[in-house]
């Protein structure tokens, strides 16, 4: 195990993250802000309470679940993307690193991104709500396993992307949209029956509602089937990563 | 002594067919520099990119100080350095931590001190906190050189050193390789400069349409293959070659006004007496001698040209 060169990677990106912290950190301060501002105050005057739990606290793990899915699949996508783009991927395939050990250090970086920003949301929810975590280790274990879990599947977006523009692509065309749908604001108990099983079949579904779960002990679905939903979804990621650098894909020629 | 890096029946096809290389065999010995010359094209870095892990070979095997370059691809690479040919470099990272990042993917600990040595070595040391987007074109290079040399490889590939550099840096590059190669490290470099092989390479392998076709040693290159041309100049130019010296292979120039002759300087007797009393005798009279010596250049531009007619004989 090479762990220096992981080390090595880690490094590098964070160092990337820091180099762009005031971007990093302001900009979802600015946006959870102005979802508390616009669902909490605006609509929460109106609905108040959902399952017995105010309407501001209760979008907190939704919110925080948007961030951390958004940030964890562009920061890796970007990660690998940018190396890809301007060819500095040559020295780190030329380099005495097995896959496990480069995915090692890019996801980790991209996730350790991700949970820091999701947990200065938490931190920024606390200002206009009242918060009560009621398991917190279940909450940082989810946050963690939701964090590596997109990371990694950003982290194949970014070498299958071509151009910026498909690097940006996936995360705003297909995780905004399944995490809105996903009951990020809403408990899709309060959805019509037929779209309630729709709903079913959006895996974030299982991850807002398993993290909540960890907030407010009451979820959508049994936490159990949230966890396997998150371990389905990791264990196909790890897949298709396999592959890519068995076959070269898109790497080497 | 065993080659440092052993090719043997390197093949080469990319998806879309194009088979860039075709069975290639080198052996490339410790300590030496050698330079590959080949028009654009020729499989210059397909080869290296082969040999340091960024592509894959479609036939053949290529060892690295005794490691196969796939199954034990970590003591290979551990022992090369790549420097590209294209200008890959991190524009917002800093000279030194980036030279240290290099040094830790490749799994070496953290060492300041041999950096520091680096650095120095190739004038970066007051660049170090320097961001690289703040450097020349010439001062980037040398950040990937440092880069390339961070993890101490034994090995160092340089993909068109000199492409696109002027002059001085071109100077500056090739001093640099002087350095390393006093230092005992292997240097092999693709360029189609002739000018930089001559300079630089201890022995010279010429490839083109991806095949290797020679390796030798280059002052036994440029003796064996080389000729020097004798022009005489004459006073009053003639329309023909007097028979005696047309014997001798004596040839009419341009308007009549040199004769050229063309020898072979290893040969035992050049003929140059004989002409000169032949023209005497013929009652030619001249202004000017000079001699003119082939450069690695024309024996490069004969090679590849021999290998282009032989194919189309081939083909008709």
Redesign the interface.
Same mark, same amino acid.
């Given at each position: 195990m090479?762990? $220096?060169?992981i080390?090595? /990677?880690y $490094?590098?990106e964070m160092?990337?993250t820091f $180099?762009s912290i005031g971007q990093s950190v302001i900009s979802p301060v600015v946006s959870t802000s102005l979802y508390f501002v616009v669902f909490g105050t605006a609509i929460g005057s109106r609905i108040q309470t959902v399952e017995g739990i105010e309407y501001g606290a209760f979008i907190v793990p939704g919110l925080m679940m948007l961030q951390m899915l958004m940030q964890s699949v562009s920061n890796a996508a970007l990660g690998i993307y940018f =190396?890809k783009f301007? +060819? %500095?991927i040559?020295? %780190?395939?030329?380099? =005495? /690193?097995?896959v496990p050990e480069i995915v090692a250090g890019y996801v980790g970086a991209a996730a350790t991104k991700a949970l820091m920003i999701g947990l200065i949301i938490l931190g920024t929810a606390s200002f206009f709500v009242d918060l009560q975590i009621a398991h917190p280790l279940a909450m940082l274990a989810f946050m963690i396993l939701t964090c590596v879990t997109f990371s990694l599947f950003g982290f194949i977006i970014g070498i299958w992307a071509d151009n910026f523009e498909q690097v940006n692509l996936i995360p705003m065309l297909v995780i905004t949209p399944l995490v809105f749908l996903g009951g990020a604001f809403y408990s899709i108990s309060m959805l019509p029956e037929a779209w309630q099983t729709v709903a079913l079949f959006n895996p974030v579904v299982y991850l807002v509602s398993g993290f909540r779960w960890s907030f407010f002990a009451m979820s959508d679905v049994p936490v159990g089937i949230s966890l396997v939903a998150i371990a389905v979804v990791l264990v196909a990621c790890l897949a298709v990563i396999n592959l890519i650098f068995r076959t +070269?894909w898109k790497l $080497? %020629? | 002594m065993a080659p440092i890096i052993k090719i043997e029946g390197l093949e080469k096809t990319y998806d879309n067919g194009f088979q860039a290389l075709k069975g290639v065999d080198l052996d490339i010995h410790e300590g030496e520099v050698l330079a590959l010359l080949g028009p654009n094209g020729a499989g210059k870095t397909t080869l290296i990119s082969i040999i340091c892990g960024l592509a894959r070979a479609t036939g053949g095997k290529v060892t690295v100080g005794g490691h196969d370059i796939a199954r034990d691809f970590r003591e290979a690479r551990k022992l090369i350095g790549l420097v590209p040919q294209e200008m890959s470099i991190e524009i917002f990272e800093k000279v030194q931590p980036n030279v240290r990042h290099s040094r830790g993917l490749f799994g070496k600990p953290r060492d300041d001190a041999y950096i520091e040595q680096i650095l120095k070595q190739l004038t970066l040391w007051d660049k170090k906190d320097n961001r690289i987007r703040e450097l020349s074109g010439g001062m980037k290079r040398r950040v990937m050189i440092a880069k390339a040399l961070s993890h101490e490889p034994r090995i160092l590939f340089l993909d068109e050193p000199t492409a696109g550099v002027d002059v001085e840096l071109r100077k500056e590059m090739w001093e640099v390789m002087s350095e390393l190669k006093k230092s005992g490290v292997t240097i092999i470099l693709t360029t189609h400069y002739i000018e930089e092989a001559e300079a630089m390479a201890d022995r010279v392998g010429v490839i083109s349409q991806g095949e290797l076709l020679l390796v030798e040693e280059t002052n036994t290159l440029m003796k064996s293959l080389g000729k020097k041309e004798l022009h005489i100049e004459l006073e009053t130019p003639t329309d023909s070659v007097p028979p005696a010296l047309a014997e001798r292979g004596v040839e009419l120039g341009p308007n009549g006004e040199t004769l050229v002759y063309s020898y072979d300087t290893a040969a035992e007797h050049t003929g140059i007496t004989d002409i000169l009393s032949d023209m005497r005798k013929a009652g030619l009279r001249l202004n000017d001698i000079s001699t003119r010596q082939s450069s690695l250049e024309d024996i490069f531009v004969d090679l590849v040209r021999e290998q282009k007619r032989k194919e189309e004989e081939d083909a008709a």
């Open positions: 090479n762990w $220096r060169a080390a090595a /990677i $490094r590098f160092a990337r $180099r =190396p301007v +060819g %500095t040559y020295e %780190t395939l030329s380099a =005495p /690193i097995s +070269g $080497r %020629t | -």
